[in-house]
């Protein structure tokens, strides 16, 4: 009687096991037929589907746009709970996908992922995202210009439908102008600005987004251009020398910043309290709107203006992607395509709810909704939007980015 039962368990174990199995596959060949769904067939399989979505979550102003604008519209529309995860960096969730990708995980808990630069290629080179789903979006066809160099790769490197691009981002810089009315606005007049302001300066520490972007403007300024690095980093036989001019201008000002250049602030946020309090007189950003969001919640004072620098100023598009092991794919690209509707882009580009610039093609929307993108306040402090289109750089490629922070590690930090 024993022998019998452990038998018979032992085959029930291999039934269940078998019975997996095959859910599992069967799972897997639904989320493959959704690539070749029309979008009804996909809508109805998203309904009553949880979605996670894991993003950066240092911004008040970003969480409250997810949690109280798009949230609430997914449930009554769609019958999706979307639930936004909070994450430190993009990087921790490249992490967190590759330990899942290693023991083979197939039912993750992340449906979409905020992703872009060189976290989307560690992503695609190591086949964590799904399938090229972007073109099954209604809103991606109708109101995206997939051929744009901006949506077609990022940072380099072609999106192949593995993301969708979510909004655009440009560098500014921003001062207060009752304290500063005549800010420096090329690395030349920066460096005089900042000996003549011992104290009032500094930036973010890489790999700090923002403050790796800083850098990349010293690059393009000290050392002729970017024309010269629009190709791959490794076909550049002499490029430790001509980087040589970005450390010596970053060496060249260090002693003269915020606690004479010991020490770097070490995120955005912090870098903007010293700005807010009056540490320093200059901070700055890749969101444009930044500096009229921080007005409005009283943190920056009144008298704030954002200004682009000369030779113009880094930009790039944010995309959204579905990780390869999510649970809910139907969910997450409803979700998804719901972020592109003119509807909730013109709500992302407002300060009171992000300030993020639109990624659609207004030459594709309608008369009624580009005015009402157009009618959207900007507020005093962020500039007007053809002037930003009118002075956009290219963003390098992923792999100058990784040499650079570490070369400031090498060149600057410990120097």
């Known amino acids: 009687m024993k022998k019998f039962t452990l038998l018979t368990s032992g085959i029930l174990a291999l039934g269940l096991a078998a019975c997996s199995q095959n859910a599992e596959k069967g799972s897997q060949d639904n989320s493959g037929n959704l690539l070749a769904s029309d979008w009804q067939e996909v809508s109805d399989a998203a309904a009553g589907q949880e979605v996670n979505m894991y ?33 430190n960096d993009a990087q921790d969730i490249i992490n967190q996908l590759l330990d899942e990708k290693s023991v083979g995980k197939t039912d993750g808990s992340m449906d979409i992922v905020w992703i872009n630069g ?6 695609k080179d190591n086949g964590l995202l799904w399938g090229d789903f972007s073109g099954q979006l209604p809103n991606f066809t109708d109101y995206i210009d997939a051929d744009a160099p901006e949506i077609a790769e990022d940072f380099g490197e072609p999106v192949d ?10 560098f500014v810089l921003v001062h207060d102008e009752n304290k500063s009315p005549n800010p420096p606005k090329s690395m030349e007049e920066l460096a005089s600005w900042v000996k003549e302001n011992p104290g009032q300066f500094t930036y973010p520490a890489p790999p700090d987004f923002t403050g790796s972007a800083f850098i990349r403007h010293v690059l393009y300024e000290t050392t002729g251009g970017h024309e010269q690095y629009q190709q791959p980093a490794a076909e550049i036989n002499d490029l430790e020398a001509r980087f040589e001019p970005m450390w010596q201008y970053l060496n060249e000002i260090e002693p003269f910043l915020w606690r004479e250049g010991q020490t770097y602030p070490e995120s955005l946020t912090k ?8 540490e320093v007189g200059l901070t700055m950003s ?12 009283g943190r920056f004072p009144e008298s704030t203006r954002t200004f682009l620098l000369d030779g113009g100023t880094l930009a790039n598009t944010h995309f959204l992607s579905i990780p390869f092991n999510s649970s809910d794919k139907a969910g997450a690209m409803v979700t998804i395509n719901e972020l592109l509707s ?7 580009l407002s300060p009171e709810n992000w300030g993020d610039l639109s990624a659609l093609d207004l030459e594709k929307l309608s008369p009624e909704q580009r005015q009402a993108m157009t009618d959207v306040d900007l507020g005093n402090a962020t500039l007007p939007l053809e002037e930003l289109e009118a002075n956009r750089l290219p963003e390098l490629s992923a792999d100058y980015i990784e040499i650079i922070e570490k070369g400031w590690m090498e060149h600057v930090a410990k120097e």
Do not use: C
């Open 55 to 87: 993003m950066w979550g240092g911004n008040d102003n970003i969480n409250r746009y997810l949690d109280e604008w798009v949230a609430p519209r997914m449930k009554e529309e769609h019958g999706i709970e979307l639930t936004r995860v909070p994450m």
């Open 118 to 123: 060189e976290n989307f290629k560690a992503a």
């Open 161 to 170: 439908g593995l993301e969708a691009p979510w909004g655009q981002a440009q």
């Open 271 to 278: 870098q903007d309290q010293l700005f807010a309090s009056g």
């Open 286 to 297: 890749y969101d444009p709107a930044l500096a009229a969001s921080e007005v409005l919640k």
């Open 342 to 348: 003119p509807a909730a882009q013109t709500a992302k």
